[in-house]
Each structure stands twice: as structure tokens, then as C-alpha cells.
């Protein structure tokens, strides 16, 4: 038994549960928040039987694409904010973030 730990930025979530679902997994949607952009992320807890991680892995990365994205710059603490002028940045979000942990024991009440 696996557990796995999926990472996925908001606008991907709704589509991977949907997803998870369609191909039977149990999965439980978790609401998160990043620490670098401070943003709104979903984790997905999914338990499933170790010959079945290849094909979950598969259904995150189909539903789960990285995007470009522009963000601005938070002005830096403690300096000069009168000369700081910040220009918008763009950067890499979306995809998954993804752990496969082993699982000795499962039970189900």
C-alpha cells in the first residue's frame, strides 16, 4: 500500500478530483497555501495498492500543467521603498508537486 501526496495549484484541483475519480481512486482534497507566492494550493492524500502508483502518478500529470505566470515583486522589508519600483516578473507555476510514502498499515472504519 502507497500513500500519495500531490501538490497541485487551484486552478488544476477540480479537474484532478474529477479525474481521480473517473479512474476509481479514493483521494481526499485538502486545502493548502504555498510559502513562495503565498497562493492558494489543493492537496490531494490518495491511498491505493502499490500496482495502481504508475497509473495515479499518470492521471496527475495528464490534469496537472505548469503555466507562465506575472507577478510582482513584494517591496523588501527594512529598505528604501522610495526607489523600490517593482516590475512585474514572470515566473513558472502550476504542475504537481508529488510524494509516494509506503504505508504499513491501512484500516477503514
Known amino acids: 500500500m502507497k500513500l500519495i501526496v500531490a501538490v497541485v495549484q487551484d486552478q ?5 478530483m474529477k479525474a481521480m475519480v ?6 481526499t482534497k485538502l486545502a493548502s497555501t504555498g510559502g513562495f507566492l503565498k497562493s492558494g494550493n489543493t492537496t490531494f492524500l490518495i491511498g491505493t495498492e502499490e500496482y495502481r502508483v504508475n497509473k495515479a502518478l499518470q ?5 496537472c500543467q505548469s503555466r507562465d505566470q506575472l507577478i510582482t ?13 517593482p516590475y512585474p516578473v514572470e515566473i513558472e507555476v502550476g504542475g ?14
Open 96 to 109: 504537481a508537486t508529488v510524494f509516494v510514502l509506503p504505508v504499513d498499515e491501512f484500516h477503514q472504519f
Open 22 to 27: 473517473e479512474h476509481n481512486f479514493r483521494v
Open 12 to 16: 488544476d484541483s477540480n479537474r484532478l
Open 59 to 63: 492521471v496527475i500529470k495528464d490534469n
Open 73 to 85: 515583486p513584494v517591496s523588501p522589508m527594512g529598505g528604501n521603498a522610495d526607489s523600490y519600483i
